[in-house]
T-cell receptor, first 113, second 113 residues
Framework: EPEVTQTPSHQVTQMGQEVILRCVPI?????FYWYRQILGQKVEFLVS????????KSEIFDDQFSVERPDGSNFTLKIRSTKLEDSAMYFC???????????FGDGTRLSIL | QKEVEQNSGPLSVPEGAIASLNCTYS??????FFWYRQYSGKSPELIMS????GDKEDGRFTAQLNKASQYVSLLIRDSQPSDSATYLC?????????????FGTGTRLLVSP
């Protein structure tokens, strides 16, 4: 069964450094998303992406964050200058349509030191 | 702020019993509802989607939706120890075409052998 793949599985970064999280969505899906989950808390929406542009973003998704689809398969989340509070699991998801089920990747555990 | 409410649990049931998980949501215009299962340290895994009032069955799982009461539930029949996980209720929220999943905090289910 097709799945969303994310790399790396674990990223350790010094505070203030830039980090790029990578995702390969399911191939026939058109809508892409990033969510995060701080340890012990609920899954939170960050951003949705459709037709090569951001369609919606949350208050969390400030100027430090950006997303890009650099080629036909990858979808990346960049955090420009990481903070301690950015430590979380970051999940990429994709769906065929805007109201269709979203399928999640295994996540990247981001640890900021 | 659109909210999704769940009892955090834990909900403890013996093996073979029916587990009943409940969720309420605040966004009256929401049309799409999902149940995800999340094992500790893992990503959300889609179990069920439901879009219309009434019941939807898939194997041992039955989702129930009542839009008038803004209530969604998940029944797990013949519960197994492997069903022990956190069950996340998620509601699609936002304007048509650009929607995001709003998650509840999840209900932790423990199935004892």
């Amino acid at each position: 069964e097709p799945e969303v793949t994310q790399t790396p599985s674990h990223q350790v970064t010094q505070m203030g450094q830039e980090v790029i999280l990578r995702c390969v969505p399911i191939s026939n899906h058109l809508y892409f998303y990033w969510y995060r989950q701080i340890l012990g808390q609920k899954v939170e929406f960050l951003v949705s992406f459709y037709n090569n542009e951001i369609s919606e973003k949350s208050e969390i998704f400030d100027d430090q964050f950006s997303v890009e689809r650099p080629d036909g398969s990858n979808f990346t989340l960049k955090i420009r200058s990481t903070k301690l509070e950015d430590s979380a699991m970051y999940f990429c998801a994709s769906s065929q349509g805007s109201n269709q089920p979203q399928h999640f990747g295994d996540g990247t555990r981001l640890s900021i030191l | 702020q659109k909210e999704v409410e769940q009892n955090s649990g834990p909900l403890s049931v013996p093996e073979g019993a029916i587990a009943s998980l409940n969720c309420t949501y605040s966004d009256r215009v929401s049309q799409s509802f999902f149940w995800y299962r999340q094992y500790s340290g893992k990503s959300p895994e889609l179990i069920m989607s439901i879009y219309s009032n009434g019941d939807k069955e898939d194997g041992r799982f039955t989702a129930q939706l009542n839009k008038a009461s803004q209530y969604v539930s998940l029944l797990i029949r013949d519960s197994q120890p492997s069903d022990s996980a956190t069950y996340l209720c998620a509601v699609l929220s936002g304007s048509t075409g650009f929607q995001k999943l709003v998650f509840g905090t999840g209900t932790r289910l423990l199935v004892s052998p």
